[in-house]
């Protein structure tokens, strides 16, 4: 049984909750029936591997960062649509913990105005909230492995497969990986530290809220050092923290994308000209697609 913090095990019993209304208000089979209309596939997995890439991502606050500006929040969609570097968006459907208008209404919004692959990053644990994702036009889902039991991950993987959605995995530890299933194409570390009584998220909400601080007191950039353990072949996806100046040691880490809300988003810069100072950073990189290898530099 996965021990999770006190922090998560709330996200996660609210998201139970947000489901259970749901399936009350849409059964499984109307859900099913619905997918038929929904927003063709884009192959989430062959984008993000076209070349080193920024996965974007819209939400409306952050559990360790409070509130985003609404302005830049209000453009994402249109900026990530026209950036060359953006090869996926990420959508929280979370609307208790990430905003009250994050929603699987907004993920398919944005599919639609982007024409973009679409990732459905919640607190996914029952195979109803899969079919939620593709009946609103997600490409992919994200699974947690400090969330989910080897079993459930392996069920999850394959109902998502089933419907043609990719399967973003996230790892927090170099032992999750054993979780995984083998089959999985795609491999996220996540660099967030989830303290176990919340009280790391709760300081670092309120030194920003109140002080206007940028630091997020709960990234740990040295989980990114066991990329060289995730399977060669597999995407390796750097998540939570990275901002410019970073994309470049990311790369020589062996990742093949870097997944970015909190920097594109919370100000006080324009997201415009953050997205141009990540355009700079990632264009500038050689594009062979990066794995990870014994050569990987470890990061600091």
């Given at each position: 049984?996965?021990?999770?913090?006190?922090?998560?095990?709330?996200?996660?019993?609210?998201?139970?909750?947000?489901?259970?209304?749901?399936?009350?208000?849409?059964?499984?089979?109307?859900?099913?029936?619905?997918?038929?209309?929904?927003?063709?596939?884009?192959?989430?997995?062959?984008?993000?591997?076209?070349?080193?890439?920024?996965?974007?991502?819209?939400?409306?606050?952050?559990?360790?960062?409070?509130?985003?500006?609404?302005?830049?929040?209000?453009?994402?969609?249109?900026?990530?649509?026209?950036?060359?570097?953006?090869?996926?968006?990420?959508?929280?459907?979370?609307?208790?913990?990430?905003?009250?208008?994050?929603?699987?209404?907004?993920?398919?919004?944005?599919?639609?105005?982007?024409?973009?692959?679409?990732?459905?990053?919640?607190?996914?644990?029952?195979?109803?909230?899969?079919?939620?994702?593709?009946?609103?036009?997600?490409?992919?889902?994200?699974?947690?492995?400090?969330?989910?039991?080897?079993?459930?991950?392996?069920?999850?993987?394959?109902?998502?497969?089933?419907?043609?959605?990719?399967?973003?995995?996230?790892?927090?530890?170099?032992?999750?990986?054993?979780?995984?299933?083998?089959?999985?194409?795609?491999?996220?570390?996540?660099?967030?530290?989830?303290?176990?009584?919340?009280?790391?998220?709760?300081?670092?909400?309120?030194?920003?809220?109140?002080?206007?601080?940028?630091?997020?007191?709960?990234?740990?950039?040295?989980?990114?050092?066991?990329?060289?353990?995730?399977?060669?072949?597999?995407?390796?996806?750097?998540?939570?923290?990275?901002?410019?100046d970073r994309c470049r040691s990311v790369q020589a880490a062996g990742f093949n994308a870097i997944l970015v809300g909190t920097s594109l988003l919370i100000g006080p810069k324009s997201i415009r000209q953050v997205m141009s100072e990540f355009?700079?950073?990632?264009?500038?990189?050689?594009?062979?697609?990066?794995?990870?290898?014994?050569?990987?530099?470890?990061?600091?």
């Amino acid at each position: 049984m996965n021990q999770m913090s006190k922090a998560l095990a709330q996200m996660v019993e609210d998201t139970r909750k947000e489901t259970a209304k749901a399936r009350q208000e849409t059964p499984l089979a109307e859900l099913k029936s619905r997918i038929k209309d929904a927003p063709p596939l884009i192959s989430f997995h062959d984008s993000v591997a076209s070349q080193f890439c920024l996965i974007a991502e819209v939400k409306q606050c952050s559990p360790s960062m409070g509130h985003m500006n609404q302005e830049n929040v209000r453009l994402a969609p249109e900026i990530y649509r026209d950036s060359s570097i953006v090869k996926g968006i990420s959508v929280l459907t979370n609307s208790a913990h990430f905003g009250p208008e994050m929603s699987l209404q907004r993920l398919r919004s944005i599919k639609l105005t982007t024409g973009k692959p679409v990732l459905r990053k919640d607190f996914i644990t029952d195979d109803y909230e899969v079919y939620q994702a593709r009946a609103h036009g997600a490409d992919a889902i994200l699974l947690m492995a400090n969330v989910l039991e080897k079993d459930e991950l392996a069920r999850l993987h394959d109902t998502a497969r089933e419907l043609g959605m990719d399967v973003l995995f996230e790892t927090h530890t170099q032992d999750e990986i054993e979780q995984v299933p083998k089959s999985a194409k795609i491999y996220g570390i996540n660099c967030r530290s989830f303290n176990s009584e919340g009280k790391t998220f709760a300081l670092s909400r309120f030194l920003g809220n109140w002080f206007g601080s940028r630091k997020d007191l709960t990234i740990d950039y040295s989980k990114f050092d066991y990329c060289k353990s995730l399977p060669a072949q597999s995407l390796k996806i750097a998540e939570s923290g990275v901002k410019p100046d970073r994309c470049r040691s990311v790369q020589a880490a062996g990742f093949n994308a870097i997944l970015v809300g909190t920097s594109l988003l919370i100000g006080p810069k324009s997201i415009r000209q953050v997205m141009s100072e990540f355009e700079a950073a990632i264009l500038g990189l050689p594009q062979a697609t990066p794995s990870c290898c014994a050569q990987a530099q470890p990061m600091n």
